[in-house]
């Protein structure tokens, strides 16, 4: 790191000591410093965060162990056709590699997301599912949400700043989730795959479908969200995969997008790319202590009338 790097560095770490953790990864500490500068002289009025759910908002694994995602959640439900569970994990054994595949480009790999994800709609199709049969089988699915997730949810709530949760995965399951564990407010919206039901049967998707590398304004058109929350130039976005770096691509004028990933397994090969695609890597961090320290410094600044910035 040259001087004006490790500059740039000590000044980040008087404001925010937890960048200087051995799991944190920056490439370019002045781009860091830079965009922090606009995160906190905006506020929180011009704030808006956007994170990914799987693997992002649930932790990445429990001890080791890999969690689960909200499409496999959906197998714990009762009363599934009987090739259901056993179809979406051929489906699951062939496609995810390909989603995970560090050789592919993103334009490789968006055919095959899209054949997945049309085959998963096909399979979700003409059967009964009562909604509280999720509920049920979410309770019987271990989730857990990264440590701290409530204590960031408050905290956004209180300063009103909306947050965005971006997902490629079952919609339904992602808001039995956050139930599940009391996450609940006007503040959290969902864009993800929502069930259709025609005549009382699962009939695919609500809409077009949200698969890990379209997660953009396209993607979020039919909801008008990022309209509404247009005069909010500023983003903290979160993630676990490389296309959820785009998640903010839909937000009109950005000034200032921070982009923070979290890495786990395969670090060695895998940390350059993520180093391109996000500002701050989280080398196995199942928290949002990062992200809970950031707001905070936002809130403190914006509400220090003696700091009406700082100079990071
Ligand atoms: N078991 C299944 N898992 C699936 C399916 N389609 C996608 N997925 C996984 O979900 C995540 C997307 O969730 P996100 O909140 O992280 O965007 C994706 O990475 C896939 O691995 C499916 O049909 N069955
Ligand atoms: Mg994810």
């Known amino acids: 790191m040259g ?3 490790e500059g740039d560095m000590k000044s980040l770490l008087s404001y925010m000591p937890e960048l200087g953790r051995s799991s944190v990864h920056i490439k370019d500490p002045k781009r860091v410093s830079f965009l922090l ?13 956007i994170a990914d759910f799987d693997h992002t908002v649930t932790k990445q694994h429990v001890n080791g162990v890999r969690h689960t995602s909200s499409f496999c959640v959906i197998n714990q439900c009762n009363g599934l056709p009987p090739h259901f569970s056993g179809r979406d994990s051929e489906l699951l054994k062939k496609y995810l590699p390909i989603e995970r595949d560090p050789h592919l480009t993103k334009e490789e790999k968006t055919p095959y997301m899209i054949e997945w994800y049309s085959m998963t709609s096909e399979l979700l199709q003409g059967f ?26 408050t905290a956004l709530d209180t300063a009103n700043v909306p947050l965005l949760v971006f997902s490629a995965g079952l919609g339904d399951v992602v ?9 609940c407010n006007k503040n959290i919206h969902i864009i993800s795959n929502f069930l259709n039901f025609k005549d009382g049967l699962v009939n695919g998707f609500t809409d077009d479908i949200v698969h890990p590398f379209n997660k953009n304004g396209k993607a979020a058109e039919h909801t008008n969200y990022f ?11 979160m993630g676990d995969n490389l296309g959820d770096a785009e998640m903010a ?11 923070i990933g979290f890495l786990f397994g395969d670090v060695d090969r895998l940390l350059p790319q993520y180093l391109d695609h996000f500002d701050v890597v989280l ?16 809130k403190e600044t914006a509400s220090d009338s003696t700091k009406s910035s700082v100079s990071i």
């Open 249 to 259: 691509d839909g937000v009109p004028n950005t000034d200032a997008v921070l982009k």
């Open 128 to 153: 009964p599912l009562d909604p509280n049969e999720i509920v049920e089988a979410v309770k019987r699915s271990n989730t857990e949400l990264r440590s701290g997730f409530q204590d960031l949810v």
């Open 3 to 5: 001087d004006t790097g």
């Open 175 to 183: 808001d039995a989730i956050l139930k599940h564990h009391g996450v």
């Open 283 to 298: 080398e196995d961090d199942q928290t949002m202590d990062i992200a809970n320290s950031l707001v905070r410094l936002i």
């Open 37 to 49: 500068n606009k995160l906190v002289s905006g506020g929180v009025n011009t704030l808006q965060i």
């Open 227 to 237: 309209k509404e929350m247009s005069n909010r130039h500023n983003v903290i976005l």
